[in-house]
């Protein structure tokens, strides 16, 4: 006989016998008894989703046993699955859907020749003062005003501003000599330059072609903050993209449509979305043109991604510095040239937080605050949760069947501490889209219970058509 209803309470606040709108195996309309709730794009918001992040294993304050370290983060349990699935939507669409893109894994580590090509040692500069009251420091072009100290209220109190180089300079190997200086790198992209040549020679590419690479870079900002929106060191996924000159500009255009629609297609809200083309006066050294895939944040509007027009300048600044040809030798034209380069340039991490944002939406049922995390099933970190009823040992063997079924397509969360309902509601805070219960009428007809994340509807099906039927539920 089946125990799903009478013995599973959805709410410990819940009467025992109170009918629930989300409980396995019971015939339910949700819809009825569920309220919206208005949740504003504020303050509030941000502090629900970092809450949020920080007790469900999202994301964690970096060495918090010792007090945190300066806006460094550590991802948990569900925050590296989550990551891990911003980055693989990222190199679906940019590198295993195309046959035009391949992939780079260069190193971190690099020496200042590099950097002084790049112009990131003349020019990745922030204007920096210092309040001589308080200590503290501030990007001057992040201050709302220049006579008084946000920190300390202190009048007139700035030095002069001067440039701060943002790169983070280490030493390579035992001496600690000016011939040993390295920098961490605090962009993926001259990896993709310094490798033109390897990767056209090796893969026989020919322009328009693209190099993709996903990886960690650092940046000594002066005012990190708004969680992992700006931190010290991060993850971005970047594509430069080799282009004949003549074409750089349609180019140009199709990849900014392109990555915007990347993010509309994960379930970003269109409205939170914006394509804003820079002014003359905010472009790069590099860049002849750039425009910021932008997300509307509690604070205002924030870049996701620049999608820049780069021209030849990299490629001829490490030709040049370098000695080496980084050209393109075109056969059926008799000619060489140095490829324009179009390069969207994302941040993982920030992208991970704009995702959780967008995703984050709170609605009454029956008079119960239920959170949910309306995350594409791409994007949650796990895609279904395996849920036997009760931690009986008759449902056990039944209910590891399931998993076993499900593990080898996608992660899958199993869970048997707690009543039913709690469960459900901790699979709705961490976005897993579909759970499946494993109950007393499963020994009978081995069919389960799947309910749906968004709509609390649930529907009974058999096992032998549980892997297709959540497949095509969850577009794998
Ligand atoms: N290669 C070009 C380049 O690095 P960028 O606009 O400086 O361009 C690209 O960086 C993306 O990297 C940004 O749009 C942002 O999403 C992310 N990003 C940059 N600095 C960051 C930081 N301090 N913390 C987190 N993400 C950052």
Redesign the pocket.
Not at 228 to 238: D, N
Not at 303 to 306: F, K, T, V
Not at 345 to 351: K, W, Y
């Given at each position: 006989m089946s125990e799903a209803p009478a013995t599973n309470i959805d709410a410990p606040t819940e009467p025992a016998a109170a009918p629930s709108a989300d409980l396995p195996g019971q015939a339910s309309n949700p819809g009825a008894e569920i309220e919206a709730v208005e949740v504003a794009n504020d303050t509030s918001l941000f502090e629900k989703v970092v809450n949020l992040c920080k007790n469900r294993g999202f994301v964690f304050p970096s060495a918090e046993i010792y007090g945190g370290f300066r806006s460094t983060y550590d991802y948990g349990p569900v925050g590296v699955l989550m990551l891990r699935n911003v980055k693989d939507a990222w190199w679906r669409s940019m590198v295993q859907r195309r046959h035009d893109v391949v992939g780079l894994d260069a190193a971190i580590l690099a020496p200042p020749a590099v950097w002084e090509a790049s112009g990131h040692l003349a020019n990745f500069t922030d204007p920096m003062v210092d309040c001589r009251s308080c200590n503290e420091r501030f990007r001057e072009d992040q201050l709302e005003d220049l006579t008084i100290c946000p920190n300390c209220a202190a009048k007139n109190s700035f030095t002069e501003s001067r440039n701060f180089n943002l790169m983070f300079k280490t030493h390579a190997g035992p001496v600690e000599s000016d011939a040993a200086v390295a920098y961490l790198r605090?962009?993926?992209?001259?990896g993709m330059f310094m490798n033109f040549a390897n990767v056209q020679r090796t893969s026989r590419k020919k322009p328009p072609f693209g190099i993709a690479q996903i990886g960690k870079?650092f940046?000594n900002?002066i005012t990190?903050g708004n969680f992992?929106?700006?931190?010290?060191?991060?993850?971005?996924?970047?594509m430069e993209f080799f282009v004949p000159p003549e074409d750089a500009g349609g180019w140009y255009a199709y990849w900014c449509k392109e990555r915007f629609d990347w993010y509309v297609g994960l379930g970003m809200d269109p409205a939170k979305l914006r394509l804003r083309p820079h002014d003359a006066d905010e472009l790069?050294h590099y860049s002849s043109g750039?425009s910021?895939?932008e997300f509307l944040f509690p604070w205002g509007w924030g870049?996701?991604?620049?999608i820049?027009n780069r021209g030849d300048f990299d490629l001829k600044a490490h030709a040049s510095a370098s000695g080496e040809r980084l050209e393109y030798f075109d056969q059926a034209t008799n000619t060489r040239y140095t490829p324009h380069v179009i390069?969207p340039?994302?941040?993982?991490?920030?992208?991970m937080m704009a995702f959780l944002l967008d995703a984050y939406d709170e609605e009454l049922v029956r008079g119960e605050l239920r959170v949910v995390l309306r995350l594409h099933p791409h994007l949650a970190p796990y895609q279904v949760a395996v849920l036997p009823l009760s931690k009986k040992d008759t449902l056990t063997p039944v209910a590891e069947e399931v998993l076993g079924l499900l593990q080898p397509h996608m992660m899958c969360d199993y869970d048997e501490t707690q009543a039913i309902g709690k469960r459900y509601r901790r699979q709705d805070e961490l976005g897993t889209p579909c759970c499946v219960t494993v109950d007393f009428d499963t020994l009978d007809d081995r069919a389960v219970t799947v309910r749906d994340r968004d709509t609390m509807d649930q529907e009974r099906v058999p096992i032998d058509d549980l892997l297709a039927h959540l497949r095509a539920r969850l577009q794998l």
């Open positions: 605090p962009e993926t992209a001259q870079s940046r900002e990190p992992v929106f700006r931190t010290r060191e991060f993850e971005q996924m970047e790069s750039t910021d895939v870049e996701l991604e620049g820049a390069e340039a994302a941040g993982a991490t920030r992208t």
